[in-house]
C-alpha cells in the first residue's frame, strides 16, 4: 500500500465510540477510551495554558508532512489563525503538544511521538505521566526522521510547579492525580 492510501485508510477508520485511532510510522494503534486521571490531569494541563498562543485543541489529528505519521495528541496547541480547513492540524501551526501517559501508551508516548513530533518542527511535547507521577517537557527539535529527537528537556514530580517556557507558564502539578498499584515502567 502506498503512503497516501495507508493516510487515505486511515482517516476513514471508524473506531468504536470513545475510542482513539493514531497511525504512527505506518503502524495504525487503536486506544481504547482513557480513564479519569487521564481526563482530570488532561483538563488540569488545558486549564493553565494560556490562549495567548491559541486554543488548545483535543483529539485532532496532526498531518506530520513527510512522515507517514497522524498522531492525535491528547491536546493540540495551535498559533492563532492558523488552522486550515479540514479535520488535520498541519504540524507547522503546532506550537507544542501534550500527551497524558496510559499504560497502553508508555512506549508510544515516550519511545515513539518524539522523534515524530521533533522531524515535524513542534517546538514542544509535554508528557504527563500518572503512572511515575512525573511531568516531562521536551523542546528544541532537531533531527530528520527517526533519529529526530529534543535538545532540551525539563521534568517535575507532581506537587511541584514546573515551568513551561515555551507557554511563558508555570505549571501547577499539586491537584494531578496518579495511577496507584502499576508496575513502573524504564522511562523517561
Not at 31 to 57: S, Y
Not at 112 to 133: E, F, Q, R, T
Amino acid at each position: 500500500m502506498k503512503d497516501h492510501q495507508l493516510i487515505e485508510f486511515f482517516l476513514g477508520l471508524r473506531p468504536p465510540e470513545g475510542a482513539r485511532a493514531e497511525l504512527l510510522r505506518r503502524t495504525i494503534f487503536i486506544t481504547p477510551p482513557p480513564d479519569v486521571v487521564h481526563d482530570e490531569n488532561l483538563a488540569a494541563v488545558v486549564d493553565q495554558l494560556p490562549r495567548t498562543r491559541g486554543a488548545p485543541l483535543g483529539n485532532r489529528p496532526v498531518d506530520m508532512l513527510e512522515d507517514v505519521s497522524v498522531p492525535v495528541p491528547d491536546a493540540v496547541v495551535v498559533e492563532h489563525d492558523a488552522l486550515a480547513p479540514g479535520s488535520m492540524v498541519p504540524s507547522a501551526s503546532v506550537a507544542g503538544v501534550v500527551e497524558v501517559v496510559s499504560r497502553r501508551s508508555v512506549e508510544r508516548d515516550y519511545a515513539v511521538k518524539p522523534s515524530i513530533y521533533a522531524a515535524a518542527g513542534v517546538p514542544a511535547y509535554l508528557i504527563v505521566d500518572p503512572l511515575a507521577g512525573l511531568c516531562l517537557l521536551l523542546a528544541e527539535p532537531a533531527g530528520e526522521g527517526e533519529y529526530a529527537g529534543y535538545r532540551w528537556q525539563r521534568g517535575a514530580e507532581f506537587g511541584e510547579r514546573m515551568p513551561l517556557e515555551p507557554f511563558g507558564v508555570a505549571l501547577d502539578t499539586t491537584g494531578f492525580g496518579r495511577h496507584k498499584n502499576v508496575r513502573p515502567h524504564r522511562y523517561p
